[in-house]
């Protein structure tokens, strides 16, 4: 071919390469498919390894150039060669001079011997483990992933069944780069979480393995040492065999430009630290924030404030876990705010009527007692429907029986069956008793309800929750994903069960407290039942304590009552705030603040943070 031919030829190439580029052979033409003249393509095909890694950087470029020292997680040891153990999560993550990936990874990974091999111990104390009889296995582990520059992204994301006898998965994007050491392959390291089946109990874990483009790949190396759970601890590691298969994914380009869209919408993060310094004047004590847990405890905290997200925790029992933006919380009964109350709240917005008086037993003939007939759906959110067996608050809820006939069951008719039976003891509206049961038939309500209104086909959860609110919040795709009943029917606990990230929770608090159930300038919860959720006044049931009360699936804290700290309040003042089993608290401050912690010791408390805080800006009204 006549040098005039073969520059025009290669002219062609990288034409049609930036108007179609395919992920899987992006780094054998162009710089990027931003460019296509072709000097850049000409120069490219003679590039050496190194130089490659560097053009072919689409996303997050790396500026190392792959020297690492390594002492954990060696080449050997991802090819099997010297034995497994727990190791500090820092061998985990992205090394400070590590390069950009020669190798691209498109298709699918398949884990091998996952039902034969691991190993796990428990901590903590709790002597659970001996329950789960499956517990030192991951499940079947076959999933496609696209590779995006620098980064690796699950093309499912969220919450994942399996047919495991206790585990499910939640993946999450994780790291690509390039060591010198590791023999010409790119090493691969990937957020992943197990959650209870049937339950909400989270652990987090990282994976890492080495590949090369084609179809080689090492062994996979798993790590799993942090938990949000307050029954079951414990540290699961082990090393499996893999395939990897290449393969053509659909819409990488899009799941690539999804993915870019997620991260840039998080909101900026500061450490908790930098509080103190952003608002000097406040005399603000940063070791006070989140003092109310036990450290070893605690999972995540962090305040909101003016634009920053402060952030905290991200500990594990074997260091910093690498990916704290991604790191998997459960909702637990936060849940009951914002999929109940968000959910019956728009519900409201959409239909503009009186849905929140509807009587339950028009939509939910399984509860044919003439208990149910004066019941209504704003009863079920409360909690006050005046069924139930002990009028303490939470005595039901702690019951053998609703353990084994509610909590343990997971069937829909099940789930209905044990709801629908408690004895009317009080008239409805009168009598707050904490039942997660009530929350259940709320969520079924509410999806009768708008089915009614659009069409069977609809799905309350999927196509109101999900698309009209979640995704334009920013949301992550972890939260795209509820656990449902497992059955036909497949309907969403509503009570708890969803999973997020702390992005989410920080968005999901501010949409209620900052933006009054607004998303660009669009009314989307009922503003009246907004109101009525901020500011308390007289409303709401007392929950327990003369200083706690319940309504519209939030729970109330009179900081005038605290006896450890004097706020100055002159009347009572109360705070609305979430709350989830083991330790969970989202805080709505009446300053625009947002604090949060997740925790497992069972400790709720979060008055030392709040009394921080007010120093900022004031929670008297």
């Known amino acids: 071919m006549k040098p005039l031919h073969y520059l025009l030829f290669i002219l062609i190439i990288c034409i049609a390469y930036s108007l179609d580029a395919s992920p899987v052979s992006q780094h054998n033409l162009c710089l990027n498919n931003n460019q296509s003249n072709n000097e850049n393509c000409i120069d490219y095909l003679s590039q050496s390894s190194s130089d490659k890694s560097k053009m072919n950087c689409l996303y997050d470029c790396l500026s190392g150039n792959g020297e690492v020292v390594r ?119 990937l957020p992943f979480a197990l959650q209870e089946k049937n339950a909400n109990c989270t652990w987090n874990g990282v994976l890492s393995f080495l590949f090369k483009d084609h179809d080689e790949v090492s062994e996979v190396s798993y790590q799993v040492a942090a938990d949000t759970c307050l029954y079951l601890k414990f540290n699961m590691w082990g090393r499996l065999k893999a395939n990897y298969t290449p393969k053509t994914i659909a819409n990488s380009a899009g799941i690539q430009r999804n993915y870019e869209a997620e991260v840039a919408r998080r909101m900026p993060t500061r450490p908790i630290s930098q509080l103190a310094e952003d608002y000097p004047s406040a005399g603000v004590n940063i070791a006070n924030i989140g003092s109310n847990q036990v450290k070893q405890h605690m999972t995540l905290y962090g305040v909101a404030y003016n634009g920053i997200h402060y952030v905290g925790g991200c500990d594990t029992r074997y260091g910093v876990y690498p990916y704290c933006d991604v790191m998997a919380v459960p909702s637990y009964s936060t849940s009951k705010t914002t999929f109940g109350a968000y959910g019956l709240m728009r519900i409201e917005q959409l239909y503009k009527g009186k849905q929140s008086k509807m009587f339950v037993n028009q939509w939910l003939t399984d509860c044919k007692s003439s208990n149910w007939k004066d019941v209504t759906v704003e009863h079920l959110l409360d909690m006050s429907t005046g069924n139930f067996n002990s009028p303490n608050s939470h005595v039901d809820e702690s019951s053998e029986k609703k353990l084994k006939e509610f909590f343990e069951v997971n069937s829909h008719h099940a789930f209905v069956n044990f709801a629908c039976n408690y004895p009317r003891k009080a008239t409805p509206g009168s009598t707050f008793v904490y039942h997660t049961s009530d929350t259940y038939l709320l969520g079924y309500v509410l999806n009768a309800f708008y089915q009614d209104k659009t069409s069977m086909s609809k799905d309350f959860w999927r196509d109101e929750m999900v698309e009209k609110i979640w995704k334009p919040l920013g949301l992550s795709p972890t939260m795209y994903t509820t656990k449902r009943s497992y059955d036909t029917v497949q309907q969403p606990f509503t009570g708890y069960g969803l999973t997020y990230h702390r992005d989410d929770v920080i968005k999901l608090a501010e949409f209620l407290n900052n933006d009054l159930g607004q ?44 006896k450890s700290h004097d706020f100055g309040c002159s009347s009572s003042t109360w705070i609305p705030y979430m709350s989830g089993y083991g330790g969970i608290s989202i805080v709505l401050l009446p300053n625009n603040i947002t604090y949060y912690h997740f925790s497992d010791n069972n400790s709720y408390k979060w008055s030392n943070s709040a009394f921080e805080l007010h120093k900022i800006s004031p929670l008297c009204h």
Request: avoid cysteine.
């Open 71 to 189: 002492e954990g997680l060696t080449f050997a040891y991802a090819m099997g060669k010297t034995p497994i153990s727990l190791m500090n999560y820092q061998h985990y993550q992205l090394p400070k001079n590590a390069a950009n990936p020669m190798n691209q990874f498109q298709g699918i990974l398949t884990l091998q011997d996952d039902t034969n091999q691991g190993k796990i111990i428990e901590v903590g104390g709790n002597n659970n483990l001996s329950n789960y009889k499956q517990a030192k296995h991951l499940p079947k582990f076959s999933f496609e992933f696209v590779q995006h520059g620098s980064h690796i992204i699950p093309v499912t994301r969220g919450l994942i069944t399996t047919n495991h006898a206790h585990w499910e998965y939640i993946l999450a994007p994780g790291r690509v780069w390039q060591e010198k050491s590791d023999n010409g392959y790119s090493r691969v390291s």
């Open 519 to 562: 998303i660009n300038d669009e009314q989307m919860l009922d503003r009246k039942m907004v109101n009525e959720s901020l500011n308390l006044e007289n409303g709401g049931l007392i929950a327990g304590r003369q200083i706690d009360k319940y309504n519209n699936g939030l729970w109330y804290y009179d900081i005038n009552g605290d």
